[in-house]
């Protein structure tokens, strides 16, 4: 089946720090791949996405590039603030092996300090 | 900006008790989801629904659990008999379609349901 791994949290940086989360998936057939924030108090957002190998998911100073070689697709951004600070997810749909429900990781909790 | 809600943001009840959640999602949605997160553990699919029916669900969403959408907004999740392992956050999500540019789910803010 269809599976997240996600780097254990917390992840606790300086402001202006650079930061990667990492994250690997296992899927049987062509999944969509997505990092989704929880800000305290509120629900999961979408931050970023990407459909297919070698695209580039960005938003918001994040960036994660989807690779099927390695199978991974890790968030990272060059200058963390301290509005960042929230719980990420990395997530896989895959519509022909599992429809549309999405399969997410454990989730990783940032810390940025000012 | 349209956004789904949910309520109430924290339930407490009793083992075996009844309880319902409720979530409004984004008006012109058509496909709706539930999730659960038990404290500490991964965010784990339980069911979606379109056209009145359920399209999919896990094995975690026995008969112990139902869904409707009983008047055109709303989305409710029950659970009949609450368990004590049925403590969890739980997120509704919407979604204007399947597959394509607008299949982008949203999701609530999550009702925290405490079972003692």
């Known amino acids: 089946g269809n599976s997240v791994t996600q780097m254990e949290g917390p992840v606790t940086l300086s402001e202006e720090a650079f930061l990667t989360i990492n994250c690997t998936y296992t899927a049987t057939g062509y999944p969509s791949l997505f990092w989704y924030v929880q800000y305290p108090g509120e629900g999961l957002q979408l931050l970023l996405k990407a459909t297919k190998a070698d695209d580039k998911g960005s938003n918001k100073g994040f960036e994660a590039t989807y690779r099927k070689e390695t199978t991974s697709f890790h968030l990272e951004k060059g200058s963390v603030q301290v509005s960042d600070s929230a719980v990420y997810f990395c997530?896989?749909?895959?519509?022909?092996?599992?429809?549309?429900?999405?399969?997410f990781g454990t989730g990783t909790r940032l810390a940025v300090r000012p | 900006e349209p956004e789904v809600t949910q309520t109430p943001s924290h339930q407490v009840t009793q083992m075996g008790q009844e309880v319902i959640l409720r979530c409004v999602p984004i008006?012109?949605?058509?496909?709706f989801y539930w999730y659960r997160q038990i404290l500490g553990q991964k965010v784990e699919f339980l069911v979606s629904?379109?056209?009145?029916?359920?399209?999919?669900k896990s094995e975690i969403f026995d008969d112990q659990f139902s869904v409707e959408r009983p008047d055109g907004s709303n989305f409710t999740l029950k659970i009949r008999s609450t368990k004590l392992e049925d403590s969890a956050m739980y997120f509704c999500a919407s979604s204007e379609s399947r597959g394509g540019p607008n299949n982008e789910q949203f999701f609530g803010p999550g009702t925290r349901l405490t079972v003692l």
């Open positions: 008006s012109n949605h058509l496909y």
């Open positions: 997530a896989l749909s895959d519509r022909r092996s599992s429809g549309d429900k999405l399969t």
């Open positions: 629904f379109y056209n009145n029916e359920i399209s999919e």
